[in-house]
């Protein structure tokens, strides 16, 4: 079988894939339409994989070199999709885009390579009908930075045939990221309709006055995602009660009653973005985001193996 994947876009998502698939030996092989993005790409995956292994924090079952060693640039496509177990689509977030590139792709795969797009927003079907190999599309949406957090959303469009859905989780779980498989596609996926539930909520309560940006923030950091790194919403309300059933019997009218009082969903727009952002560049000011993200990624490998060794 082969052990070739081709990533196509060689930004932040696309560099990410690479370094997850070549950590379990697969032949990586980068594709981007801009030849001084693959050099940087290489450049920065190096010198990313040193750095991780320095620091005890690589993944993968090979030494920084021998990962490095299994991947290579290319400009061109046909050098990345030829042969290639799957294809990872990683360029930019445009529809009119997804829809060109994969038609490229389509053109020269062979029928059997699965095409797996990283896309956060749009439904597999939306850029797959015009492929004659469409039975072979999935979305395997990471979640930001992929390195860090292992979840992938994998969903299917209509004309999915299951084995390859099948087959996309199981290299997944081969590269040690967790795939959950949705059984259709829906708007957002799973992860951001969660996510928007919740930052509809922060948006109105702050309209309201109830808390500050800095004081609604701490209640997922310090308060409920402090479980939910270790428990979903719903084993939380097992273990909150005598099991789920005794859960609702206790609770179900409080949450019905609660969740009324929520306000129509509003759009973001107006002057709440202006204060909002106010406070937010309080807390991180523009020029030190990058410092930050820094402290996220640390926070979060050092979450990632206290997971790993409980
Ligand atoms: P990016 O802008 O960092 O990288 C995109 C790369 O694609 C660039 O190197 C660009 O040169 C290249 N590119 C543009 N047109 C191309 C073409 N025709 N052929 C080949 N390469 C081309 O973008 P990113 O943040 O890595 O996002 C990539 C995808 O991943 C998007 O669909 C995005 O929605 C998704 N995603 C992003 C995040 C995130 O937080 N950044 C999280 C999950 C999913």
Redesign the pocket.
């Known amino acids: 079988m082969s052990r070739k994947i081709g990533i ?7 560099r990410s894939w690479a370094m997850l698939f070549a950590g379990v030996g697969y032949q990586v092989v980068i ?4 030849a001084k ?1 693959i050099e940087s790409a290489l450049v920065d995956i190096e010198q990313q994989l040193k750095s991780l292994e320095k620091n005890g924090l690589l993944r993968g079952k090979l030494n920084s070199s021998q990962q490095f060693a299994c991947i290579k640039g290319t400009n061109k496509l046909e050098e990345a999709v030829r042969d290639a177990v799957l294809v990872q689509e ?4 445009n529809l009119e ?1 997804k829809r ?2 994969w038609k490229g792709v389509d053109d020269i795969a062979g029928p059997s390579t699965i095409f797996s797009s ?4 749009f439904l597999p079907s939306l850029f797959s009908d015009h492929l004659k190999n469409k039975k072979n599309i999935v979305v395997s ?4 930075p992929p390195y860090y957090v292992p979840l992938v959303e994998i969903i299917p469009a209509p004309w999915t045939d299951p084995a390859v859905a099948k087959k996309t989780r199981a290299i997944m779980e081969e590269i040690g990221q967790t795939p959950v498989s949705l059984s259709k596609e829906v708007p957002g996926f799973v992860v951001n309709r969660l996510q928007y539930a919740l930052l509809n909520e922060t948006w109105n309560l702050v309209a309201d006055g109830v808390l500050d940006v800095k004081d609604i923030d701490k209640v997922m950091s310090d308060g409920l995602g402090m479980r939910y790194a270790f428990l979903g919403p719903l084993e939380t309300t097992h273990l909150n009660a005598e099991g789920f059933v005794d859960y609702c019997d206790k609770y179900a009218n409080t949450i019905y009653s609660v969740s009324k009082d929520f306000k129509p969903l509003q759009k973001w727009e107006g002057p709440q973005v202006g204060e909002i952002a106010k406070q937010l560049e309080n807390m991180v000011p523009k020029d030190k985001l990058q410092e930050r993200r820094n402290w996220r990624d640390l926070a979060l490998t050092k979450l990632s193996q206290l997971k790993k060794s409980l």
């Open positions: 196509v876009g060689s930004g932040l998502i696309g594709y981007d339409i801009e993005q990683c360029v930019p977030e885009l060109k590139v990283s896309t956060s927003t949406h990471p979640v930001n």
